[in-house]
């Protein structure tokens, strides 16, 4: 079992930054792929980015350049820094954690970027 902790939302005007944080416990032995989703208001949860064990990032295109997704394997936690934000970025953001077998989600975080 692996437990994801999501924490570093709020309210933030449209242009400023927040960094989420995701921290990890339980058999984070077994954890490879970890990323961070999104669902707004009325749509469907999106992935935004994930990254491997190694470091390899990838990212919606809607948050390329913005977004950057990082993971200390030390720490057992990623983060997800958010800069330029924009109205469209209010969401709750989840953090999510791929095993061989099984997918774990943390409860998520809510991210309001106001205009």
């Known amino acids: 079992q692996v437990q994801l902790v999501e924490s570093g939302g709020g309210l933030v005007q449209a242009g400023g930054s927040l960094r989420l944080s995701c921290a990890a416990s339980?058999?984070?032995?077994?954890?490879?792929?970890m990323g961070w989703y999104r669902q707004a208001p009325g749509k469907q949860r999106e992935l935004v980015a994930h990254?491997?064990?190694?470091?390899?990032?990838s990212y919606a295109d809607s948050v390329k350049g913005r977004f950057t997704v990082s993971r200390d394997n030390a720490q057992n936690t990623m983060y997800l820094q958010m800069n330029r934000l924009k109205p469209d970025d209010t969401a709750v953001y989840y953090c999510?954690?791929?095993?061989?077998?099984?997918?774990?989600w943390g409860k998520g975080t809510l991210v309001t970027v106001s205009s």
């Open positions: 999510n954690a791929a095993t061989l077998m099984v997918y774990y």
């Open positions: 339980g058999s984070v032995f077994s954890i490879t792929t």
């Open positions: 990254i491997t064990n190694s470091g390899a990032a």
